[in-house]
Every structure is written in C-alpha cells, then in structure tokens.
C-alpha cells in the first residue's frame, strides 16, 4: 500500500484502486513519516482532538478500501399488507 500527499489531498494506492480525499482544517496538520500518517494538534481544544481521531478514522478506513474491494448483496423482500 502506498501512501504520498498532494497538496491538500492524501492518496491511498492499493491492489483494490486508488482513493483521494482533502484533508484539510486551520489548527491540524497531517503527515507522512516512515510510510505512517500522523495527524496532529498544537491546539488541546476538544473540536479540534475530534478531528484528529475523525481524520485517523477517515484513514483507516481508505486504507481497508484500497487494500480490498468493497462489495454490496442486497436481497429484495416484499410484504403486502391486507
């Protein structure tokens, strides 16, 4: 998996595809360090720690996408009611 930044944008490469998002907020910054994203705060202000664990949840879950492909079954079902 790799992982690089453009500009305001993070990149996730996988097997499965190739996802994008903007990451962006005045007071966090994120980074790459070692193949590792960190994002990070000066701020202590709780808005502010939210979007840092918003962002590392964000992560996580485009490198689960990109690493393995996402699939939907849907079953129809039909009730009539008298």
Excluded: Q
Aim: proline share 5%.
């Amino acid at each position: 998996m790799e992982v690089k930044r453009e500009g305001r944008e993070l990149v996730v490469k996988g097997p499965a595809g190739e996802l994008r998002r903007t990451f962006f907020h005045p007071n966090v910054k994120s980074e790459i360090k070692e193949g590792t994203v960190i994002f990070s705060s000066e701020s202590n202000r709780k808005k502010d720690r939210a979007v840092v664990g918003t962002w590392a949840a964000h992560m996580r879950n485009m490198c689960s996408g990109a690493s393995r492909p996402w699939e939907a079954r849907l079953k129809i079902i039909y009730s009539h009611f008298p």
